[in-house]
């Protein structure tokens, strides 16, 4: 359940800053990762991607705190100004896909002018926001769809993805469409968006049956291509570690959790995501805002991972 507190809450800690929340986004919550870093809980807060007034943050996976009530308190380190004219929900709604974005394309990877990226399922949040970062950084980019109504969406994107390949009836070779775009050469850097495993435990948002195989990916991938995984059973044989030393490629896994806790430059990389809200490089694929009151049966959609827009609450 969502637990909230809306009585005065005390400044306990020096640096605790008190926030009126304004927008509140929902995010899948990874139970089993918060237990194997042992942070889980009885209760478990949501909606940890908040806006308001003073300013606002992210907050980090061992809060207590729950963004969904009016006042939350948030350590000064994880906030950030919110330009003028960037609204609430738009600011509460791209944080974290902006931060995951950022991890990937800079970190993870070095995304740079020339270079060419494939998103897998560009249509979701996360990858509506990786496309336009990418772009934005002069890099050409290739993106899977899993719908008609996908392939609609990523074609009408602007400036336009170089190659949409739609998947979604099975048949189409994901490698063969992407050697064919880069004349043989292969793509950069890929994110994907998980991969088929040949076990029953295949948790993914998609129909595991329109996820790429590793063989695909490995195919795909350029001499010293980064490829970014969000798979975290991800298993590679030996076969597929000899393909991957032949070709210099490099595999990092998404873990933007752990990642979040450990980097120091958390703040100038939010800075960077509202700037770009606010000068419309970022344009988020979100839901119409949620009241308060339907938070409950929109978190349950979110931790079903059958929302394919993100969820903001709005107060």
């Not at 969904?68 to 600011?91: G, N």
């Not at 948002?205 to 970014?228: E, N, Y």
Request: proline fraction near 5%; charged fraction near 25%.
């Amino acid at each position: 359940g969502i637990a909230c507190r809306f009585e005065n809450l005390p400044v306990t800690r020096d640096n605790d800053v008190k926030i009126q929340v304004k927008a509140c986004a929902l995010s899948w919550t990874d139970i089993k990762l918060l237990s194997e870093m042992k942070m889980k809980k009885e209760f478990l807060p949501v909606g940890r991607e908040i806006a308001g007034v003073v300013l606002e943050g992210i907050l980090p996976l061992d809060s207590e705190e729950s963004g969904l009530c009016e006042v939350a308190l948030v350590h000064e380190h994880y906030l950030v100004h919110k330009p003028e004219k960037v609204p609430w929900v738009e600011a509460a709604g791209t944080i974290r896909d902006g931060l995951r974005a950022y991890t990937a394309l800079h970190y993870l990877s070095h995304v740079s002018p020339g270079k060419t990226v494939l998103v897998m399922d560009g249509a979701s949040p996360f990858g509506t926001i990786a496309i336009q970062l990418a772009q934005h950084r002069g890099a050409k980019v290739i993106s899977t769809a899993y719908s008609l109504e996908d392939k609609q969406y990523l074609e009408r994107l602007r400036p336009p993805v170089a190659r949409v390949i739609d998947v979604s009836n099975g048949k189409i070779d994901v490698a063969e469409s992407c050697l064919e775009e880069t004349g043989g050469l292969g793509v950069d850097i890929v994110l994907d968006a998980g991969v088929r495993l040949y076990s029953k435990e295949d948790e993914s948002t998609l129909k595991p049956q329109l996820l790429p195989h590793k063989h695909d990916i490995i195919t795909l991938l350029s001499v010293g291509g980064h490829w970014v995984t969000t798979e975290k059973n991800l298993q590679l044989d030996p076969p597929d570690s000899h393909c991957l030393f032949l070709k210099g490629a490099t595999v990092s896994f998404l873990n933007d959790e752990v990642w979040n806790l450990s980097n120091p430059s958390q703040i100038r990389i939010l800075e960077d995501v509202m700037e770009k809200l606010s000068n419309s490089i970022f344009r988020p694929q979100l839901d119409e805002p949620v009241p308060l009151y339907e938070a409950k049966v929109s978190m349950e959609i979110v931790q079903k991972n059958q929302a394919r827009k993100r969820q903001v609450i709005q107060f």
